[in-house]
C-alpha cells in the first residue's frame, strides 16, 4: 500500500512538471521580459510640422504653435521624464513587502573510523541529503509572515538505525506582530506613503513648469507678431522720413533752405533706415527661437525654412476681464504648485509619525507551529536486537513522510512575547524634531507661494489694463 502511495505521489508530480510550463510559459516569459528587460522611454522624434507647411511656407496659427510646443518641445520631454523617475522611486519603496522563496540543496558524504562498538560499524559511511524550502513575506499593514520547509534523506550503515534510509520533514510557520513600535508596518510603508505622495508633487510640479514653458512660448509668439509688425512701423517711418527728405532736398534746390538744414533729413533717413534693418533681423532671431521651441531647428528641411505667423493682433476679439478677487481665487484652486506645496506638509506629518512609532517600546507577538513526518525503510528493533529472528523491512518513502506532514499527526506550536524598552532615542527624536521643523518650514514655503500668486495676478491685471489705455 506504502509502495503504491508513492509511485502515485512520484507520477502526480512528474505530471505537474510537465503541465505547469506548457500552462506558464507565456506569463513566466512575459513576467522575464518585463524584469529584467524593462520598458525603456525613447526618445521621439520631431512630428506635426510637415502637415503645417504650405506654398514652401511653415504656416502658424497661436494654437497651431502651441500643439506643436506640447508635442516636439525638448523642456517639456525633459520634464515628463521626472514622473517616470518619481514612478521609479514607488516601485523601489514596495521592496520591504516583496515576497520571498528560497530554494536550497545539500549532499554530504561522511566516512570516518569507529573506536567502539555502539556506533554501529567499524567504519561508519553515512550520506546526508538535504532540501529546504523558505517563503517570507511583510503584509501590507500585518504581521510578518514565515513559512519553512526542511527534508532530510540520510543514509548510513550503521546497524542501529531505525531508519535506513531515513527521510525526515519538517514544516513550521512563524508570524510576529508588532504590537506597539512598528505597528501596522509603519517603518515600511511610510516611504512608500511618502514616494507615492512624491510622484503626486513631481507630477504637479511638471504641470507648473509645463504650464510656464507654455506662457513663455506665448509670450515669444506674440513677440514675434510684435517683431513682424515692427517691420511695417519703420518702412512707414522710412517712407515719411524719404519724403521729408525729397521735399527738403527739393526746397534746397529752390533756395528756400540752407545747405546746412538739408543735412537733418539725410541724417533722419539713414537712422530710420537703420533702425529698419535692425527691426528686420530681430524679427529673423524671433523667428529662430519660434524653430527651437517647436523644434524645426532639428530638421534640415525646416531648418531655415520661412514661418508665416497668421494671426493679427488688430482684429483679436475684445475680452472682458474678471474682477481680481475672482481670478486670485481661480489662481487658487488651479495653480498646481499650490496644491504641490501641501503635499510636502503631508509628507512631513508622515515622518513625524514614524517617529513618533520609533519611541515607542518594541513589543512583538510571535506565533509558530508546524508538523512533522518520518519515512524511510524501517527496520525492526527486535531484529536488531537478536531477541527475535530477523523481520524483513517495511519500504516506505517521501509519500509515506509528507502524508505524516500533512496529516498533521506530529504538531508542534508555540507563542511569545518580545519586549524592548529604549532608554534613549537620540536618533528617533531629532527625526521628530527635524520633521516638525520641515512642516513649519513648507507651511511657510505654501504661504509664499500663495503670496506669490496673488502678487502675479495683480501684475496680470495691471499688465492688461496698462495695454489698453497704450493701444
Do not use: C
Amino acid at each position: 500500500m506504502n509502495r503504491r502511495r508513492a509511485g502515485a505521489v512520484n507520477r502526480l508530480l512528474f505530471f505537474l512538471l510537465l503541465l505547469v510550463p506548457a500552462q506558464a510559459e507565456t506569463n513566466f516569459l512575459r513576467t522575464y521580459l518585463e524584469r529584467f528587460h524593462p520598458n525603456v522611454i525613447q526618445e521621439r522624434d520631431v512630428a506635426g510640422l510637415e502637415a503645417r507647411i504650405s506654398n514652401g511656407k511653415l504656416v502658424l496659427h497661436l494654437d497651431d504653435f502651441i500643439a506643436l510646443v506640447l508635442k516636439n518641445s525638448t523642456d517639456i520631454r525633459l520634464t515628463q521624464l521626472d514622473v517616470y523617475t518619481a514612478t521609479d522611486a514607488v516601485t523601489a519603496a514596495q521592496a520591504p513587502f516583496d515576497p520571498l522563496l528560497v530554494f536550497s540543496f545539500n549532499a554530504t558524504r561522511n566516512i570516518s573510523r569507529q573506536f567502539n562498538q555502539i556506533n554501529g560499524a567499524a567504519t561508519l559511511n553515512s550520506l546526508n541529503q538535504t532540501s529546504h524550502a523558505s517563503y517570507q513575506q511583510t503584509l501590507g499593514a500585518g504581521p510578518t509572515v514565515s513559512a519553512n520547509f526542511n527534508a532530510v534523506r540520510s543514509s548510513s550503515n550503521n546497524q542501529f538505525n531505525f531508519f535506513n534510509p531515513s527521510i525526515s520533514d519538517v514544516l513550521s510557520v512563524n508570524i510576529t506582530q508588532p504590537l506597539l513600535q512598528g505597528r501596522g508596518n509603519l517603518r515600511f510603508r511610510a516611504p512608500l506613503q511618502i514616494a507615492r505622495t512624491q510622484l503626486v508633487i513631481t507630477s504637479q510640479q511638471d504641470q507648473a513648469r509645463i504650464a510656464d514653458t507654455v506662457s513663455a512660448a506665448s509670450q515669444q509668439y506674440w513677440e514675434s507678431i510684435r517683431a513682424r509688425d515692427n517691420i511695417r512701423v519703420q518702412e512707414q517711418s522710412l517712407a515719411l522720413a524719404q519724403k521729408s527728405y525729397d521735399r527738403d532736398k527739393q526746397a534746397l534746390e529752390l533756395g528756400a533752405l540752407s545747405r546746412l538744414d538739408i543735412f537733418q533729413s539725410e541724417s533722419t533717413v539713414a537712422q530710420r533706415k537703420l533702425d529698419l534693418i535692425q527691426a528686420q533681423y530681430a524679427y529673423k532671431e524671433s523667428l529662430d527661437t519660434l524653430r527651437r521651441l517647436i523644434g524645426a531647428d532639428l530638421k534640415p528641411q525646416t531648418r531655415y525654412i520661412d514661418i508665416s505667423l497668421e494671426d493679427d493682433p488688430s482684429v483679436m476679439p475684445a475680452f472682458e476681464l474678471p474682477p481680481v478677487e475672482q481670478a486670485v481665487a481661480k489662481a487658487m484652486r488651479d495653480r498646481p504648485e499650490l496644491s504641490a506645496a501641501g503635499k510636502l506638509v503631508s509628507i512631513d506629518e508622515i515622518n513625524a509619525r514614524a517617529a513618533r512609532n520609533s519611541l515607542q517600546p518594541q513589543l512583538d507577538l510571535t506565533l509558530s507551529g508546524g508538523s512533522a513526518g518520518l519515512g524511510g525503510n524501517q527496520i525492526p528493533v527486535a531484529g536488531i536486537l537478536g531477541s527475535a529472528p530477523p523481520i524483513a523491512y517495511v519500504r516506505s518513502g517521501l509519500g509515506d513522510s509528507l502524508h505524516q506532514l500533512l496529516s498533521f499527526n506530529t504538531p508542534f506550536y508555540g507563542a511569545g512575547l518580545t519586549l524592548g524598552l529604549p532608554i534613549r532615542s537620540s536618533a528617533a527624536q531629532a527625526q521628530l524634531s527635524d520633521a516638525l521643523v520641515n512642516r513649519t518650514r513648507d507651511r511657510y514655503n505654501a504661504r509664499q507661494i500663495e503670496q506669490q500668486i496673488v502678487l502675479q495676478v495683480k501684475t496680470a491685471n495691471n499688465e492688461v489694463e496698462l495695454a489698453r489705455e497704450a493701444i
